[in-house]
Structure formats: structure tokens, C-alpha cells
């Protein structure tokens, strides 16, 4: 096996969906760029054996998880990013003073969630919900949902409790729903 022909294939073929990939938990370009150029470097490094016969997407976006968590990490452990940063009170745009849902954000019930999330347009809006969410839940949902980590290592990358993770997904879940609502995919009201 030629490595370089190979990974000339795997670059054309899956730079573009790794980008997005990484960018979506990046929040600067650069390091989103970065990130996936390291993964074609650690391939370039691997030898033909480890190579051969290896699922081309499983590999390298397995690669790109842990380079995008290394980079999480490095972010988050940093002295000025673990000043707390201020959250929105959520639930004083969603809630009145009786714990009733707001008029016009009640949350709706989906029609067919199975057909709808196997569509292109679902993942559009998704993507475009996350990157509109605060930072700090953003970050949350997306190390949770997207890099599967559990939540001891969220607490610890962020620097952030147990209860402000939980406070954080909550948020972020609660937000997301609604986006996804108002951008098509409503139903039945709750």
C-alpha cells in the first residue's frame, strides 16, 4: 500500500466532512484546520500495516476526536478561559412567574422525529442550533453528544461541577429543542 496515494484519496474524500466535524467543536477556524491537519499528519506517521484494511471514515475521525479533545483540553485548562463566564437565565425567557412555558416558546411535539432526523435539513438546522447556543452549553452538549465523553472528563476539561454540567446539558437540550421548533421540525404542543 502507498501511503501517500492513499492519503491523497482520504484527503479529497473526507477533509471537507471533518472540517465541519471539527469546526463544530472548535470555535476558531484555525484550530478547527489544525486539528485535522494533525490527523493527516499522524496518518503520514502510521505504517502500511497499521493501514491496511482499516474503514478509512471510522480511522480517521477517530484520530480527529482525540485531536479535537487534546485541543479542548489545552483551551480549557488555560488561566483566562476558567473564569466563569456568564449565563444566561435561561429560564426567565422560557418561564413565567408561575412556571408556565412563555407564549410562543412552548415546545411542540414532533410528528415523525425517525424521518425527519434522516434528512439533510435536519442536520443543517442541528448544526446551526449548536453553533447559536451560549458558549459554555455549547460546549457542554457537543463534548457530551457529539465526542460521547462522559461527564467526569467534561467536568475536568472545562474546569466546571457536577451540577453546572448538568445545568449546562439541560440548557443546552432545552434550547436546541426549541430552535429545532422554530425552524421547522413543530408539532403538537406539549
Known amino acids: 500500500m502507498d501511503i501517500r496515494r492513499e492519503l491523497d484519496s482520504w484527503v479529497r474524500q473526507w477533509r471537507a466532512p471533518m472540517l465541519r466535524f471539527a469546526r463544530l467543536h472548535l470555535s476558531h477556524h484555525a484550530d478547527a484546520e489544525d486539528a485535522v491537519q494533525e490527523t493527516f499528519a499522524a496518518v503520514l506517521m ?6 491496511a484494511g482499516v474503514e478509512p471514515r471510522r480511522y480517521l475521525f477517530g484520530i480527529l ?11 480549557y485548562r488555560s488561566p483566562e478561559t476558567q473564569a466563569r463566564e456568564d449565563d444566561e437565565n435561561l429560564d426567565e425567557l422560557l418561564f413565567d412567574s408561575r ?6 416558546v412552548t415546545p411542540a411535539l414532533w410528528q415523525t422525529p425517525e424521518s425527519r432526523t434522516a434528512s439533510d435539513q435536519f442536520f443543517k438546522v442541528l448544526d446551526l442550533c449548536v453553533n447559536n447556543l451560549p458558549a459554555k452549553p455549547a460546549r457542554v452538549f457537543s463534548m457530551k453528544e457529539f465526542l460521547e465523553c462522559d461527564p467526569e472528563e467534561i467536568c475536568a476539561t472545562l474546569a466546571i461541577s457536577k451540577p453546572d454540567y448538568w445545568q449546562c446539558l439541560s440548557r443546552a437540550r432545552k434550547q436546541l429543542h426549541l430552535c429545532l421548533n422554530q425552524n421547522g421540525f413543530e408539532g403538537e404542543t406539549l
Not at 412556571?99 to 410562543?104: E, L, P, V, Y
Request: glycine letters at 4%.
Open 46 to 51: 502510521a505504517d502500511a500495516a497499521t493501514l
Open 99 to 104: 412556571d408556565h412555558w412563555m407564549r410562543g
Open 65 to 75: 476526536r482525540n485531536k479535537v479533545m487534546d485541543k479542548l483540553r489545552q483551551r
